[in-house]
Every structure is written in structure tokens, then in C-alpha cells.
């Protein structure tokens, strides 16, 4: 069935939702909790999910008491995600005895591991619909058959590697937004789950990408975040053969007074080009968000990440020079299997030299059929542990002397939300949160913040 034929099934499915659903939980417009866990990636699938169950007639609740609908997007990335589904799942029991019509679903990264599937299907008997990553776009058709069906659903389908456009959308944000260009992953570094549960790398065609952004700049988006697991590989495979430095530089030729962002950036593809026109375009954020992984050259070549520490600190140095106020974020794992102390040695050195504005640390965490989950690991979590006590001490005085250096200067800011009374969060350019007094119809305006204090993790400033 092509694309277009598959959606027209779909929208068939929410108009019999339409009919369906007020009957069955006696209310005009029945309730609908969501929640997400995970990356960017999730958030903007379940904005997808939202917009068709609001096609369908039901309405988004935050509470998920009076939901009669209940669907978490799950994540896989590392245990301790998995473990939260798990938990949450089961507090769910009580709401479904007190209300028996309550419908539970969940999808997402977890359900594409069978394993998982199995043992949610298993243990949470009250769950009657399951679906994976690849079917998303099935969602009005399996929320009719888990409705009027007397059997629990599990739907987890396989990668066809095909890109469905044109589905609703319900953005979370008025003013921030996300914009996925690309979808999968092709890397395969060896931790990792997210190629196995989220299938082959494709990209949306760049025309597609822009109308959207010109559309959600046209409604009064004023950052919109450019999302894949490497945006950097964008376009393999397109008829009409488009880069991601391209695709970025057509996206800031929109009129309009507007920040674009992207992540994430594999700094195997990290291209010259890439900084050139980040540098050469006043609408993109200076903010690089490059993940090293490890300092380690053996541990890299573990990981099967293709660079070495010589090339990105090539990349680095090339971005340091070229972009004016440069925030430079990363991702590190600690503890990959069989790192040594000298490893992490590395890590630290690499982490001194590049000093980062801020970091994302995680402690490895083996999954399921992954190369390195089969891999020797003698070192005990305790030893985990300490070396991530130590990077975040690290760390901590590297931001410290940042932020310091921060003060006295002025700044263009978006403000976000209100931190407290009379408090907002003012975010600058490269992604720094300053705390600035002012009321909350500044919500979403572009202002100018002058930075006057350093605290040890916020910044805090006035209006000019
Ligand atoms: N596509 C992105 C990352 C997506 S996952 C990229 O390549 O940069 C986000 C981060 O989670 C990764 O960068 C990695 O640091 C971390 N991560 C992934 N798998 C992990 C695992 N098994 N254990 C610990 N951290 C992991
Ligand atoms: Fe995972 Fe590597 Fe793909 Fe990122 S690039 S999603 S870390 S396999
Ligand atoms: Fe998690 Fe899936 Fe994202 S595993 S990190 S939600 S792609």
C-alpha cells in the first residue's frame, strides 16, 4: 500500500474513533493522558500521537486520574529508563481497578525489544495495547481495534523503512518547537540500543523539512530545534542529494526573526562546512552539541565510533576559532566495558582541554543484544561510580569559571517560563539559562539580558 493510501485508511479509523469513543467512555470529548519518556525523538512522536487522538476527538489532559486513556512513550536507551516504565506501569494498577474502562497503552523505544514486550504483556495484564516505533502512524486503526476488540494488542511491526508525512502534530510548546528531518540510525556504536529499536536511518525530503519550518515560524515559533540521531549524515539516500549544512542554511533563508538549533552532531561527520555555516548565520545557535563518548582512542574503536580524539579535537578547535560564543555540550559515558583507569584519565584530559559549557554523563549501562553488553567488564559499579564522582567534579569548576567569565555582559535572550514568582528563565543563544526578574507575558519575546551574578549553576541577570 503506498503512503498516501495507508494515511487515508488512517483517517477512516478516526472518524470511526470519532463515533466510537464518546459512547464508550460517556463523555463528548474523552480524556487523554500521555506522557513521554527519552530523547527529542520521543517528544516528537508523541506530539504526533497527541495530534491524532485529538483528530479523534478526545482531549489532552496532564492528570492522569481523570484520563480515560492512558499512553507512556517508553525510552530503552539505559536501564534505569527502563526501570521507571516498569515502575510507573505497575502504579498504574489502581487507577484501572478503580476505573475498569480505562484504556492503558504503551509504545515507543522499549516495546521493540521482544524481550520487553513479552514481559510487559506478562506482568501487566490491566495493559491492553502495545505498539512499537515503526507503526506510529497505524496509531487511529490500533487504538480502534484495542477499543471495540475483546483481545490485548501487541503491534510491533518492522522497519520499512519509509518516512510517513502528513500527520496532525500537537505541539507541546507555542514558541519552541521540534522538527525532526530524519529518522533511525545507522551507527551502530556498540552500546547502543537505539539502531536496533528505531530501525534504518532515512530523511525527510528538505522540502518537507522547510515548509514545516516556515509554517511553525509563520505561527509564531521563534526556536526550532532541527532533530535526528546524527543530523550530521542527513540526505544519504535522497533523490536530490542535500546536505545538512544545505538543509540548515536553507532553513535560516526563511524570513523571520527566529533561533534554529539541531541535534545531535556525530562528530565522525562533523564537517568544516557544518561550522562555516553556523558561523555564517546569524539565525543559527551558536551551540554545538558533539558527543565524545570517551577520550579514549581504544575505547572509541570499542565503541565503533569512527573518529579518534585527534579528529575531534580538529573539529573543536575549528569550531572554537570560527564561532563567536561557542556553547560546546557533549555526551561521555563512563564505565563502557573494560575502560581503565588510564582510559578515563583520558577522558578527564579530554574533558580539560575542550572545556565544554556543560555535559551529559551517564554511566554504561549494558542492553540486550549490543556487541559491548557481551564484552569483559572487571571494573565494579563502585569503580564507576567514583570516576563519575571525579568528572563531575571536573566538570563542575570548568562551568564555574564559564558562567564567571559570563558576568558584565549583555546578551540576546528568548525567555522560556517562569523559574518562580516574579522570576523568569531567560535562555541565550548558545543555551545558557540566565534567571531574570520580569512577568510572565515576556514569555516567549526576545529580549536583551545583562548577566550581574554567577551562582555555581545559574546565572543571574536583568532586563536591559
Ligand atoms: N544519537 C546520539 C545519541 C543518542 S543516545 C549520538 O550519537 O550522539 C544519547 C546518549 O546516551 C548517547 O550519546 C550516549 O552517551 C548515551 N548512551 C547511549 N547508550 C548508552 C548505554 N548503553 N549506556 C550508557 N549511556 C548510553
Ligand atoms: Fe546510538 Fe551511536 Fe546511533 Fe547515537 S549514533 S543513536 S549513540 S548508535
Ligand atoms: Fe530513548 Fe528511543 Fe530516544 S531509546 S533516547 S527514546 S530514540
Known sequence: MSEIDLLEKQKEYTELLRDILPLRYSAEHPKAFVHTYGCQQNVADSEKIKGMLEQAGCELTEEKEEADIILFNTCAVREHAEDRVFGNVGALKALKRKKPSLLIALCGCMMEQEHIAEKIYKSFPYVSLVFGTHVIHRFPELLYNAVTGSKRLIER?????????????????????????????????????????????????????????????????????????????????????TSFPELLRRVAEIEGDFWISFMTSHPKDASKELIDVIADNPKISPHLHLPFQSGSDRILRLM?????????????????????????????????????????????????????????????????????????????????????????????????????????????????????????????????????????????????????????????????
Open 157 to 241: 511491526g518492522s522497519d520499512d523503512g519509509r518516512v510517513y508525512e502528513g500527520l496532525p502534530v500537537h505541539r507541546d510548546g507555542s514558541f519552541k518547537g521540534w522538527l525532526p528531518i530524519m529518522y533511525g540510525c545507522d551507527n551502530f556504536c556498540t552500546y547502543c540500543i537505539v539502531p536496533h529499536v528505531r530501525g534504518r536511518e532515512r530523511s525527510r525530503q528538505p522540502e518537507m523539512v522547510i515548509d514545516e519550518a516556515r509554517n511553525m515560524i509563520a505561527s509564531g515559533y521563534k526556536e526550532i530545534t532541527l532533530l535526528g540521531q546524527n543530523v550530521n549524515s542527513y540526505g544519504k539516500g535522497l533523490e536530490t542529494k
Open 304 to 464: 565503533n565510533r569512527h573518529y579518534d580524539i585527534e579528529k575531534y579535537m580538529e573539529i573543536v578547535d575549528y569550531a572554537k576559532k570560527r564561532i563567536k560564543d561557542l556553547a560546546l555540550t557533549s555526551d561521555v559515558i563512563v564505565g563502557f566495558p573494560g575502560e581503565t583507569e588510564e582510559d578515563f584519565q583520558q577522558t578527564l584530559e579530554l574533558i580539560r582541554r575542550v572545556e565544554f559549557t556543560s555535559l551529559f554523563t551517564f554511566i554504561y549501562s549494558p542492553r540486550q543484544g549490543t556487541p559491548a553488553a557481551k564484552m569483559p567488564d572487571p571494573y565494579t559499579h563502585e569503580d564507576k561510580a567514583r570516576r563519575m564522582g571525579e568528572l563531575l567534579r571536573l566538570q563542575e569548576s570548568i562551568s564555574a569559571r564559564r558562567t564567571a567569565s559570563m558576568v558584565g555582559r549583555q546578551y540576546r535572550v528568548l525567555i522560556e517560563e517562569q523559574a518562580r514568582e516574579g522570576i523568569l528563565n531567560a535562555r541565550t543563544h548558545g543555551g545558557i539559562v540566565v534567571e531574570v526578574p520580569g512577568s510572565p507575558e515576556l514569555i516567549g519575546s526576545f529580549m536583551t539580558a545583562e548577566v550581574t551574578e554567577a551562582g555555581n549553576f545559574i546565572l543571574r541577570g536583568r532586563l536591559v
